[in-house]
T-cell receptor, first 112, second 112 residues
Framework: DGGITQSPKYLFRKEGQNVTLSCEQN?????MYWYRQDPGQGLRLIYY???????QKGDIAEGYSVSREKKESFPLTVTSAQKNPTAFYLC???????????FGSGTRLTVV | GESVGLHLPTLSVQEGDNSIINCAYS??????FIWYKQESGKGPQFIID?????DKRQGQRVTVLLNKTVKHLSLQIAATHPGDSAVYFC???????????FGAGTRLTVKP
């Protein structure tokens, strides 16, 4: 079945550590997105990529980095510069010409 | 700036009741609206969408109403059951998939 797979489901980060969240899709979608979800707030865009080897900052890109070396993969690195990384992270993708995202199942990141 | 918001953060109903979840939007340029359902610890799932040239759209047990005059969107769920318990949020798209805006969500609880 086609879909978006995020891993791991739960991730714990120590202070000063970088961690990478995986997002893989087999939907052949061109565009991929990373959102952050905090309680009581709408999804906030971190980074997005419309084509391979190209990506753009979203509203809250500081402290995060991404890469898009393959169409299927869009990993997100939460760096030590992100001071409040505890959140639920969602990856999404969309087909060319479509309007609604397909979301992954999310990764919950907690700082310990 | 433009934003998408919800009128009520929580809604509790009895099994079998009809539920109405509301959403206000402020971007008059938005031409596509989506309702998502998000269960605890999972990614959002598409429920139903509507284009700005429509006032109403029906799906299976769900109906979305769009009132462009007052910039209001609602999701009606008929004959709710406990499996409908989740956070529901709306999203608006002004034609730019890289600028999708999301509401914070309403938590619907259906009591058996």
């Amino acid at each position: 079945d086609g879909g978006i797979t995020q891993s791991p489901k739960y991730l714990f980060r120590k202070e000063g550590q970088n961690v990478t969240l995986s997002c893989e899709q087999n939907l052949n979608h061109d565009a991929m997105y990373w959102y952050r979800q905090d309680p009581g707030q709408g999804l906030r865009l971190i980074y997005y990529s419309q084509i391979v080897n190209d990506f753009q900052k979203g509203d809250i890109a500081e402290g995060y980095s991404v890469s898009r070396e393959k169409k299927e993969s869009f990993p997100l690195t939460v760096t030590s510069a992100q001071k409040n990384p505890t959140a639920f992270y969602l990856c999404a993708s969309i087909a060319q010409g479509a309007y609604g995202y397909t979301f992954g199942s999310g990764t919950r990141l907690t700082v310990v | 700036g433009e934003s998408v918001g919800l009128h009520l953060p929580t809604l509790s109903v009895q099994e079998g009741d009809n539920s109405i979840i509301n959403c206000a939007y402020s971007n008059s340029a938005s031409d596509y609206f989506i309702w998502y359902k998000q269960e605890s610890g999972k990614g959002p799932q598409f429920i139903i969408d509507i284009r700005s040239n429509m006032d109403k759209r029906q799906g299976q047990r769900v109906t979305v109403l769009l009132n462009k005059t007052v910039k209001h969107l609602s999701l009606q769920i008929a004959a709710t059951h406990p499996g409908d318990s989740a956070v529901y949020f709306c999203a608006e798209n002004n034609g730019n998939n890289n600028d999708m805006r999301f509401g914070a969500g309403t938590r619907l609880t259906v009591k058996p």
